[in-house]
């Protein structure tokens, strides 16, 4: 079980996030949806210890989560990783087996045998001598993801993983998240997604600094809560729009 209790982060006099507290239990896929600064990838990265919080815990099987960073497999924002940097996909891969197998020592066959299977499941095998730089968006997607597998992590934390792949890379992503699921791992993940898509998660928690709903997405994507959240009154079109696309 994970438990999060009141965390709150401020950047220098700008908040946020605002007293946030939920649960999530083993086998769940909950999505963190909000407006654009709402706080989604603060809260991802609050939950690591990765930026500072001003207050709040954060537990994973009664534990603080930060001792336990080994358990968890992060993939950030696209925008957040150095695509120049000259490290090919193999290595990348390779990356989330160095905590086990140590920095300076050859992984053994172990290690290579998870790496290659986590390539496989992803559906690139052909593509580990390659750098990142050289791949497109989707692929890029699928070396993060495949390290995340390679990790064997318990809680998985996504941020926006859907941005800027195409729908066969985004279907393998669904795959996984499911397959995770069924092996009773924690999956987060923030979305800019809307629409049926969101049926696919256990749970969905609308923010906006604060956590303005907490529940199924029926429960979540009501109006008003939209209206709280996006701050649109009903009447403007995005709000329609967005509405709308989860709706019909
Ligand atoms: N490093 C930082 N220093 C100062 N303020 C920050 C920093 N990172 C985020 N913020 C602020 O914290 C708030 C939450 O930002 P965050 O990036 O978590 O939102 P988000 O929901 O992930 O947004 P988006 O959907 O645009 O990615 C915003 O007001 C943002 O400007």
Same mark, same amino acid.
């Given at each position: ?14 908040? =946020?996030?605002?007293?946030? +507290?939920?649960? &999530?239990?083993?086998?769940?896929? *909950? ?5 654009? =600064?709402?706080?989604?990838? !603060? /809260? ?12 709040? &815990?954060? #537990?994973?099987? !009664?534990?603080?989560? #930060?001792?336990?960073?080994?358990? *968890? ?14 490290? !090919? ?43 990142? =730089?050289? /791949? +497109? ?28 792949? %195409? ?16 092996? =009773?791992?924690? @999956?987060?993940?923030? !979305? #800019? ?7 696919? @998660? %256990? ?30 009154? /009903?009447?403007?079109? @995005? #709000?329609? %729009? ?7």
């Amino acid at each position: 079980m994970l438990e999060v209790q009141q965390l709150a982060v401020n950047y220098r006099g700008v908040c =946020g996030l605002d007293s946030v +507290s939920f649960q &999530v239990s083993p086998g769940q896929l *909950v999505g963190i949806i909000g407006p654009n =600064g709402a706080g989604k990838s !603060t /809260l991802l990265k609050a939950l690591l210890g990765l930026v500072p919080a001003s207050g709040g &815990v954060v #537990h994973y099987c !009664t534990c603080p989560l #930060h001792q336990q960073l080994e358990r *968890v497999a992060y993939i950030p924002q696209r925008s957040q990783i150095d695509w120049d940097y000259p490290i !090919t996909v193999w290595n990348v891969v390779m990356m989330a087996r160095t905590r086990q197998s140590g920095w300076f020592r050859t992984p053994g066959r172990a290690a290579k045998e998870i790496v290659k299977a986590a390539l496989e499941r992803v559906e690139i095998p052909n593509l580990c001598d390659r750098r990142i =730089g050289e /791949l +497109s968006g989707g692929q890029q997607q699928r070396v993060f993801l495949a390290r995340a597998l390679a990790q064997q992590a318990d809680l998985f934390l996504f941020d926006e993983p859907f941005t800027g792949v %195409d729908k066969k890379t985004e279907a393998i992503m669904l795959e996984v998240f499911e397959e995770l699921r069924s092996q =009773g791992k924690i @999956l987060l993940l923030s !979305t #800019h997604e809307w629409g049926q898509s969101l049926n696919q @998660l %256990d749970r969905l928690l609308l923010l906006n600094q604060c956590l303005i709903a907490d529940g199924s997405p029926q429960q979540v994507m009501t109006p008003e809560n939209l209206r709280q959240a996006y701050g649109a009154p /009903l009447g403007n079109p @995005l #709000h329609q %729009d967005l509405e709308t696309s989860f709706f019909c």
